[in-house]
């Protein structure tokens, strides 16, 4: 499951690193899914959007068995 919940970051790193961001996983508990937000992505006001509309939708549609996914 990593290596796809990996893969699936993948595909997303590209447009955060062209706002001058980027995806780190953290950890994966069961269907949970612990990333963390950096560069201009961290703190941005816009950070929990990108979080739910992006990185989760994202994640879901690639590896169903991402039941969440978590900031920290």
């Not at 706002?19 to 937000?37: A, H, N, Q, T, W």
Request: net charge negative; with cysteine.
């Amino acid at each position: 499951m990593e290596d796809r919940v990996q893969a699936a970051l993948d595909k997303i790193r590209p447009a955060l690193q062209a706002d001058g961001g980027d995806v780190e996983l953290v950890e994966i508990d069961g269907g949970v899914v612990k990333v963390r937000l950096v560069g201009a992505c961290r703190g941005c006001p816009m950070s929990q959007i990108t979080l739910a509309n992006g990185v989760e939708r994202v994640l879901k549609s690639e590896v169903p068995e991402v039941e969440r996914v978590e900031p920290v």
